[in-house]
């Protein structure tokens, strides 16, 4: 049974930073790309980021270039979301799952992790 549990959200003030992690199990978390996406009420889930199996390569949807990094931890089954310079348009709940760009092999979904950016 695949399971998705995101942390590390929470409220901070526009310029601050965060650091999400997502523990996966249930299935072979080391050879599935792995993505982080977000939601805001009344609005599709959102693609934001993306990293391959062997940590090489990274995508990221524009927005958050060049604030957010993607890294992941095979040992622990686990992918981080590192997010500098946030800003209150970035506040959402954020998700985690496994798959390419674009793609969700599993229809299973955590709980999600709040972040709210606002003074």
């Known amino acids: 049974q695949v399971q998705l549990v995101e942390s590390g959200g929470g409220w901070v003030q526009p310029g601050g930073s965060l650091r999400l992690s997502c523990e996966a199990s249930g299935f072979a978390f080391s050879t599935f790309f792995m993505s982080w996406y977000r939601q805001v009420p009344g609005k599709e889930r959102e693609l934001i980021a993306n990293i391959n199996t062997i940590s090489t390569r990274s995508t990221y949807e524009n927005s958050v270039k060049g604030r957010f990094t993607i890294t992941r931890d095979n040992a622990k089954n686990t992918v981080y979301l590192q997010m500098n310079s946030l800003e209150p348009e970035d506040t959402a709940v954020y998700f985690c799952?496994?798959?390419?760009?674009?793609?969700?092999?599993?229809?299973?979904w955590g709980q999600g992790t709040q972040v709210t950016v606002s003074s």
């Open positions: 799952n496994a798959g390419r760009w674009g793609t969700v092999p599993f229809e299973s």
